[in-house]
């Protein structure tokens, strides 16, 4: 371990070198790759440096026990010692979680889409306030968001949205968002004060690469309206919409929020990309599964993940058996904690499978 953790600290401090180049700085292909590359390795350079700084506390701290006739001194450095043995064996459990094996998607921005399901209205409004907290979880962790597609109700609520979230560990962060969420309150307009429940589905997908995805010609259909025509949102004449029709996967996707039509039909094709990868990357999933019994960690898309409930103000992850309180303010965006325990209970799990092997 030690080994490795050298030469990743070598490796990172070349790349910080590297990134302040004047010559690499005006590649901006190349000053983003490194910068990346920076990003992926800073969690285990900063562990790298706090086991070494903790190790060598430790050497110290031995050195005057053994050596020092003053009892105050040897106290302290005791105290040091035990402080330092601590530190020493959490950092290398923090260690080898951040040395598993990464998954290939987690650098990469993202497709979020949210689409309600049961109860009308009330499943429209909670869409709205889902999207608005990853819009403001987004902004919280500085990445960039854009809106790809967007339809809206008679009154306003979401209908189906499409957005993508460029940033640092946009992946990482939120894949575990997927799948069904789902809102218990009492709706506005419920006389009786009834206890309503509503279902949300939302899906995280990693933006694909040409190389991740190839899509033949042939098998596309594709399309372009008016907004103002029977697909439409808005009064439009120019026919600057985009209805692509992948046959094979009979997955379709409409964008339609820019004016020009060039946009939209290159949009339209990142999006049919994106599904299709997250098509193959499931069957993968599923396929290994199948293989290593329930070591993986995966769930049933039909199945609920998560479920905000208004009356107890409580929201309860269901994978993971974990709760929190405040639910208006974690509707505003503050996500750090949730997303935090999702991603250390599925590390937590790939280290377990690893040690056991």
């Not at 190349?30 to 060598?56: F, G, H, M, P």
């Not at 530190?87 to 260690?95: G, T, Y």
């Not at 997908?205 to 103002?228: C, F, L, N, R, W």
Request: a negative charge; proline letters at 3%; aromatic letters at 8%.
């Amino acid at each position: 371990m030690l080994e490795k953790l050298q030469t990743i600290e070598k490796k990172y401090l070349q790349l910080q070198e590297q990134s302040m180049d004047p010559t690499i700085m005006n590649d901006m292909k190349k000053y983003i790759s490194i910068n990346k590359e920076l990003s992926s390795l800073k969690e285990v350079y900063d562990l790298a440096v706090a086991y070494r700084k903790a190790k060598t506390q430790i050497s110290e701290a031995k050195e005057i026990i053994e050596n020092e006739s003053d009892e105050e001194m040897v106290d302290m450095a005791q105290e040091e010692f035990g402080q330092a043995k601590e530190q020493i064996e959490d950092l290398e459990k923090k260690i080898k979680i951040a040395l598993l094996p990464k998954d290939p998607n987690d650098d990469k921005d993202v497709y979020l889409e949210i689409r309600p399901a049961a109860w009308g209205d009330e499943a429209g409004l909670f869409a709205t306030e889902l999207l608005k907290m990853y819009l403001g979880y987004a902004t919280r962790k500085g990445w960039k968001t854009e809106i790809i597609d967007e339809q809206l109700s008679d009154i306003w609520w979401i209908k189906d949205v499409t957005v993508k979230i460029s940033g640092d560990r946009v992946y990482y962060l939120m894949k575990f968002e997927s799948w069904v969420h789902r809102v218990q309150r009492i709706p506005e307009t419920e006389s009786q004060w009834r206890v309503h429940t509503s279902t949300v589905t939302v899906a995280i997908m990693p933006e694909a690469e040409d190389v991740d995805i190839v899509i033949d010609p042939k098998d596309i259909q594709m399309e372009t309206y008016a907004a103002s025509s029977a697909w439409g949102q808005n009064a439009n004449k120019n026919q600057t919409w985009v209805r692509i029709h992948h046959k094979p996967s009979w997955l379709i996707v409409n964008i339609g929020e820019s004016k020009s039509q060039l946009q939209n039909k290159e949009r339209a094709f990142e999006v049919l990309k994106s599904r299709l990868y997250q098509i193959e990357f499931d069957k993968k999933m599923e396929k290994e599964k199948s293989l290593r019994g329930n070591q993986i960690w995966t769930w049933d898309r039909s199945e609920k993940i998560r479920t905000y409930n208004f009356p107890q103000d409580r929201i309860t992850d269901h994978r993971i058996h974990e709760s929190w309180s405040n639910i208006p303010v974690v509707l505003t965006g503050d996500l750090d904690d949730i997303m935090e325990k999702m991603v250390l209970e599925n590390q937590t799990r790939l280290l377990q499978e690893t040690m056991s092997k």
